[in-house]
């Protein structure tokens, strides 16, 4: 997504607060079903490593000890024997495939490690973070999240399936190398190792510079990003006031900008890879010319020309893993803050639920209240105290009570203050006030998506504490202002509301909400798939297909969010239509916008800045002549 | 569509040849290296001639210097050229954009249209430097060292020859397979984002239906899904890479054994099988490189596609040859006025519009969704063309003015309003670029906005956020009428831009209209009937049609539909606050 929030992959790249323990629990997480499949990786590419080293060794050998003394048999006048060279070169040739084969069986193994384990956390996150509370989702940019999931799952996949393999690949390169070097010669092995320092010196020099250009870049382009982003938003607007030049003119200077950093950050970039090559070319020379030098003084004492030859393909084969490995090591530094995200998310505390109360189905046998495991359409709250063990059945009937409520989203900040209110089953209760009043706020409180930090709620006479959260909202329906749809059909989206309705019962509840008649008339009727954020449905419709996703839950409460956006009048009375017969025999809480909504409650219930002002019935508070009053007139009294 | 994109290296065209010679230049003294290299081992090492080891090795060195200024000279210019073709085009399409008409701009959305200027130009500017510096390098390092192994040993290279129509053949197979399946793999990876963006911003609903297991269980089933796609794609693409190898070795091995055999009848020097065996890895590097490069290509043409889409969109609205720019008066007239969006769609989105407004008037627009209301008033300030009939302002019409003239003296107050990042000050300033401290206090009066910036601590100064997240709906439409204020307009028009504005402050607005500002033309849209009741003439405007024209008392008494919203929401049904509060 590309709201403000979601340009993590364009930030700088970020630091890692602790690698080790990171890296730790990365490599944890992976093991837990794969060391098998680690270990064989393992093996695997020390035989791919070591049946590639054998090879380039091989090519001393071909030249010492069977070309040359063949060369010698011939010039002296006898018949090459080609039986020795052809044994070695079937031998090398078997080592070939095995190294091949092993290659291949590392590669395939690391396809189902790294998928798995994407799997693994993909699953993980998506898990843990359906356990969060709503708390985490109001505090956390939704961009960030879902930058989890995109960036940061993704990194790992590249760093787990290439840079790990590969640098484990590259230091086994490395070591056997060196060892093969050292083994032919000591003293070229130095000036190769010496070589090695001052490309790694380069390396560093032109890598810090171009890292400082691509930060500078990463930079420039979110600017640009986020100008271009508002421009297009705007764009309509540019067009009314004639803006177009002066746009133009300010995107320019972005831009320019952009361009310089983009072009000095690629600039260095550009550059390493030949200076490296040139300066494995110059390590090649040195090398030659020392073995020659060596070989000369010695007269073939200390060095033999196949051994120099051998070195000098070594020389070259060392040089390259060591530059692999630094690129790596970048890649690895991004892996890991992106797994330092993933883990954040994943200790995220999950919601917690200490409620013991539990929603069951119940029949009334001789006047008393039964458990029943069938669908009884009675529902009665369980409550096993847990001192005695005794079990009572209380009927569910919807009795909300809130006695002396504080709360606030964080400690120090408290947003409601002392809210009393009662509401006997069945019950309507409007809240009305300005924005900010803390409308919302008391309704995210009967749910629990929030806990109050003083006070009392009770339902039916249980404080909602000792209810079950996954019961208490399953008692409790809900029809938001943001109607939030899934891409799904509409079927489907209905049946939310109670996974086990039938197809009938899905219509019937459509029917209640008004929506069936627009539902016929799309083409694919309850079959149509609602497009991503419901873009082929109107508002009006959209309000009403949660309305019937509400009324198919049959809950004994409600809490309603009535929809402000400005919709026409007709399709404004239908919804209205809808929510009035979906509120019918419920108790019901209610943000209400509309006059026919406040009229016809119970009570109406003035907030303003998280205090209850005024409460009464419709005529009651006209004649106080206060808030209510004048948000109803329009007039100050 | 090539063509539309190469006009932009414009500015760069020396970079961008400069960059493929020398690039040249550095392949050239790679390919020289080896040879040079087989020289010291045959004529120095060999035969333990130092002095030929120093001055073949001075040589290499001097070459390698050559290559390595050839190299740096081939990134710098690379990375120049290719950024700056980015710039173009990035200037380009937003240049081109800004020139779009409200017809251009409702095809593209913000999203698509940010994308094509950031993640779409980044990719081409990638792929076209890798062209610069790769394409033909890869090539011409194939080329150059086969040259070299043939001249050479001839019959040596044929092995080369063999491995590389091999290898070429299984890249095409399979780079072309799992082109599909990765394709395949991106758009289910997709649609499992799209679920996660769904629960994200769902999640009260998730929990207030207790469906956390539910949601749960069908991603699961969906990650699973993907994770089989993954693993079949990358198994496909994992198979590469044994092939690969065995090539190499296969190659390696049938070089050693014909290479000693040839050394032993004399055909061969050991320098000269050294150098064959190290053009083996640069020749099969090279094929590898090729093969990338194509994935790459194929890769970037998608975005290639959608930038040349945007370059090739031409405005649908174009200022008139003889421009007029002087707008007499704020009257307004619609002379058999048909228009509709799409040309193909069979029913007008308005049918047969007539309506004289003399300036100075203040007229209400009323109707249902749908009824064309905003459709109406966009043709006025010719943000859209007829399709037939013609609009006229103060007595001419809209398409014989200079478009900059005309909107400056037509200022809308779009019913999706915009604020942007910067103080209050310079948001107002949109209006009039010139306007003092004192015209702007004075415009947000009458947009009665004043009250609520003065209780802002930086009052004028306040910084708005982006998409001006940092006041309220109401407050923002306030904003937006003050800015539409400062262009002193001939004709005024609000866009249901009082909706989320409560009733008393709307009633003010209308008031400080009427005494301030009684020359210009005022035209009201709104869902409430209190917004235009008060006006001189109220247009009711239902399905692309004026249903009826007159005052509140008439249409009361006249038109049904009038009548039957205002009973809708007098009688029970009205807004009970103030809207659009979130």
């Known amino acids: ?138 505090t956390h940019p939704h961009g960030d999240i879902m930058s989890v999931y995109t960036n940061d799952v993704d990194t790992l996949r590249q760093m787990i399936s290439q840079s790990m393999p590969q640098m484990f690949s590259s230091l086994i390169t490395i070591v056997s190398v060196l060892v093969s070097m050292v083994m032919l010669s000591i003293p070229l092995t130095l000036v190769s190792v010496g070589m090695v320092f001052v490309m790694m010196f380069a390396t560093k020099t032109i890598a810090s510079k171009s890292g400082k250009f691509f930060l500078a870049q990463q930079q420039d382009l979110g600017k640009e990003n986020g100008y271009i982003e508002e421009m297009m938003k705007g764009q309509k607007v540019v067009k009314v006031f004639n803006h177009e030049k002066k746009s133009v003119e300010e995107f320019k200077e972005l831009n320019e900008k952009l361009f310089h950093s983009s072009y000095n950050a690629n600039k260095f970039a550009n550059i390493l890879m030949p200076v490296n090559a040139q300066l494995g070319n110059v390590s090649y020379v040195l090398c030659a010319i020392t073995g020659c030098l060596l070989f000369v003084i010695s007269g073939g004492a200390w060095i033999t020309v196949g051994r120099i030859v051998s070195f000098l393909s070594f020389n070259k084969s060392f040089s390259q893993p060591i530059n692999q490995l630094s690129q790596q090591i970048n890649s690895i530094v991004m892996a890991l803050a992106g ?108 749910n629990r998506f929030y806990d109050i930090q003083d006070g009392k709620i009770r339902y039916d006479g249980i404080n909602i504490n000792k209810i079950k959260k996954s019961d208490l909202r399953r008692s409790l329906g809900i029809v938001l202002q943001e109607t939030s749809l ?125 205090r209850i002002i005024e409460r009464g019935t419709h005529d009651q508070l006209l004649e106080q002549k206060g808030k209510y009053y004048q948000l109803y007139t329009g007039k100050a009294s | 569509m090539i063509k539309t994109l190469a006009v932009h290296i414009k500015g760069y065209i020396r970079e961008s040849v400069m960059t493929p010679l020398f690039m040249i230049l550095e392949v050239v003294m790679e390919t020289i290296i080896p040879w040079l290299m087989a020289s010291m081992i045959d004529e120095g090492v060999s035969k333990g001639n130092l002095n030929h080891v120093v001055t073949t090795g001075l040589l290499m060195g001097l070459c390698a210097l050559v290559a390595l200024f050839a190299g740096y000279m081939g990134g710098v210019f690379g990375a120049k050229a290719s950024a700056g073709f980015a710039k173009n085009l990035r200037e380009a399409m937003f240049i081109n954009i800004q020139s779009f008409s409200f017809a251009n701009i409702d095809k593209y959305s913000t999203a698509g249209l940010v994308t094509r200027m950031t993640t779409d130009v980044t990719n081409l500017q990638n792929a076209y430097q890798m062209i610069l510096r790769i394409c033909f390098r890869a090539p011409i390092n194939l080329i150059a060292a086969m040259t070299m192994t043939l001249i050479i040993n001839a019959k040596l290279a044929t092995v080369y020859l063999v491995a590389i129509a091999f290898l070429a053949l299984v890249l ?92 032993v009848g004399g055909e061969l020097s050991t320098g000269e099988l050294t150098s064959m065996l190290t053009f ?45 720019y002087d707008v007499p008066d704020g009257s307004i007239d619609f002379e058999n006025v048909f228009f509709s969006y799409s040309k193909k769609s069979e029913r007008p989105v308005l049918n047969n519009i007539n309506l004289s407004i003399s300036s100075g008037e203040t007229i209400g627009i009323i109707g249902g969704t749908g009824s064309s209301k905003t459709s109406l008033v966009n043709l006025i300030g010719r943000l859209y063309d007829v399709n037939e009939g013609s609009v006229k302002v103060g007595g001419k019409d809209v398409r014989s003015y200079d478009l900059e003239t005309l909107r400056d003296k037509v200022s809308v107050v779009l019913q999706k309003n915009v604020l942007f990042s910067g103080t209050i000050l310079d948001n107002l300033r949109w209006g009039n670029e010139n306007a003092t401290e004192e015209e702007c206090v004075k415009a947000c009066r009458l947009a009665c906005a004043d009250d609520f910036i003065q209780t802002f601590p930086e009052k004028y100064n306040t910084k708005i956020e982006q998409g001006g997240t940092n006041v309220s709906g109401g407050q923002k439409q306030r904003l937006c009428i003050a800015r539409a204020l400062l262009k002193k307009p001939k004709i005024l028009i609000l866009d249901d831009s009082t909706s989320a504005v409560d009733t008393a402050t709307d009633a003010k607005i209308r008031r400080a209209f009427a005494e301030e500002i009684p020359d210009t033309t005022k035209l009201i849209i709104s869902q409430r009937v209190s917004s235009v009741e008060n006006a001189d003439r109220i247009v009711v405007m239902d399905n692309g049609e004026i249903n009826a024209v007159g005052t509140h008392e008439q249409l009361l008494e006249s038109c049904e539909i009038y009548r039957e919203i205002y009973v809708a929401q007098t009688v029970g049904n009205g807004d009970f606050d103030k809207k659009g509060e979130m």
Not at chain 1, 351 to 374: H, I, M, P
Not at chain 1, 507 to 521: G, H, M, V
Not at chain 1, 552 to 567: C, G
Not at chain 1, 579 to 593: E, N, Q, S
């Open chain 2, 172 to 263: 095409i197979f399979v780079v072309s397979r799992t082109y599909k399946l990765f394709s395949e793999v991106f758009e289910r990876y997709d649609d499992l984002n799209a679920n996660v963006q769904e629960n994200v911003s769902s999640i009260r609903v998730v929990k207030a239906f207790v469906r956390e297991e539910h949601e749960v269980g069908k991603f699961n089933k969906a990650a699973y899904n993907l994770y089989r796609l993954f693993v079949k794609a990358e198994n496909m693409m994992v198979s590469v890479s044994p092939v690969m190898t065995l090539t190499v070795y296969g190659s390696m091995i049938a070089i050693s054994w014909f290479g000693a055999n040839m050394i």
């Open chain 1, 1 to 138: 997504m590309a709201g403000p929030h979601g340009r993590r992959n364009m930030q700088p790249r970020p630091k890692v607060k602790d690698p080790k323990k990171t890296f730790k629990r990365l490599f944890g997480v992976i093991l837990e079903k794969y060391t098998i499949h680690l270990i064989a990786v393992f093996v695997c590419i020390i035989v791919s490593v070591l049946a590639n080293v054998q090879g380039t060794m091989f090519i001393q050998k071909l030249i010492d000890d069977y070309i040359i003394p063949m060369v010698q048999t011939v010039t002296a006048g006898g018949v090459a024997d080609f039986t020795p060279l052809l044994l070695a070169i079937t031998r090398v040739a078997a080592f070939y495939l095995v190294g091949a084969a092993a290659t291949y069986a590392y590669s395939r193994i690391m396809v189902y490690v790294t998928q798995g384990t994407m799997l693994n956390l993909r699953r993980r996150i998506f898990e843990h973070m359906e356990s969060l509370p709503v708390k985490y989702f109001d």
């Open chain 2, 280 to 324: 083996c890895m640069q020749i099969l590097m090279s094929l590898m490189m090729l093969a990338l490069i194509f994935v790459m290509l194929t890769m970037s043409m998608a975005s290639a596609k959608r930038i040349s889409g945007v370059l090739s969109e031409r405005s649908t609205l174009t200022n008139p040859e003889d421009p007029d």
């Open chain 1, 486 to 610: 899934f891409s799904d059909t509409i079927m489907e989206n209905i049946r939310y509301g109670r996974l086990d309705a039938t197809d009938e019962e899905v219509i019937a509840a459509a029917k209640l909400a008004n929506a069936d008649s627009f539902i016929r008339q799309l083409p694919n009727g309850y079959q149509t798939v609602i497009k991503a954020d419901g873009g082929n449905l109107s508002q009006g419709q959209r309000q009403m297909l949660a309305i019937a996703r509400a009324a198919v839950a049959d809950p004994p409460a409600l809490i309603l969010d009535e929809a402000t956006s400005s919709i026409d009048t007709r399709t404004e009375k239908m919804v209205q239509e809808s929510m009035d017969k979906l509120m019918k025999g419920r108790t019901t809480f209610v943000i209400a916008h509309r006059l026919s909504t406040v009229k016809n409650s119970d009570c109406i219930i003035v907030l303003e800045k998280g």
């Open chain 1, 339 to 446: 797994a330092e995200r993933v883990f954040e998310l994943l200790d995220e505390e999950s919601e917690q639920d200490n409620g013991y109360v539990t929603l069951v189905n119940a029949e009334k046998k001789d006047g008393r209240l039964c458990e029943s495991d069938k669908r009884t359409g009675v529902w009665a709250w369980k409550h096993v105290h847990q001192a005695t063990g005794e079990v009572e059945y209380k009927p569910l009937e919807g009795a909300l009570v809130m006695d002396d409520v504080d709360f606030g989203y964080t400690d120090d900040k408290i947003v409601l203050h002392n809210i009393d209110l009662y509401a006997k089953p069945g019950q309507k209760i409007a809240f009305v006030g300005s924005t900010g009043a803390g409308k919302t706020t008391i309704t995210n409180l009967i």
